[in-house]
Nanobody, 122 residues
Framework: QVQLVESGGGLVQLGGPMRLSCAAS???????LGWFRQAPGKEREGVSC????????YYADSVKGRFIISRDNAKNTVYLQMNSLKPEDTAVYYC????????????????WGQGTQVTVSS
């Protein structure tokens, strides 16, 4: 049974940092793990993803230079360090696994976590 368990969300002040973690289990191989987000009234978007085999990374333009993704393959865990947070980063953040990589990196997820709310207060 595939499980993706996110942690680390909450309320953060404008400009502050926050770190999200996602512990994945129930599968042995995957193409990539990553983070997506959905703000109220908006479509879900890929924020940052990282491939398993070669560590190739995708960042959405809106987070480049502020967010850092990393993963611990031994623990099957992916992290998202978010810095210089802005009100527009407020969203529910979802961890996802892409098994096969048949689509553009960070455009697809086969399984999803339950989501964690990140709210940036100004």
């Amino acid at each position: 049974q595939v499980q993706l368990v996110e942690s680390g969300g909450g309320l953060v002040q404008l400009g502050g940092p926050m770190r999200l973690s996602c512990a994945a289990s129930g599968f042995t191989f995957n193409y990539a793990l990553g983070w997506f987000r959905q703000a109220p009234g908006k479509e879900r978007e890929g924020v940052s993803c990282i491939t398993t085999s070669d560590g190739r990374i995708y960042y959405a333009d809106s987070v480049k230079g502020r967010f850092i993704i990393s993963r611990d393959n031994a623990k099957n865990t992916v992290y998202l360090q978010m810095n210089s947070l802005k009100p527009e980063d407020t969203a529910v953040y979802y961890c996802a696994v892409d098994y096969r990589g048949t689509r553009r990196l960070c455009s697809w997820g086969d399984y999803w976590g339950q989501g964690t709310q990140v709210t940036v207060s100004s």
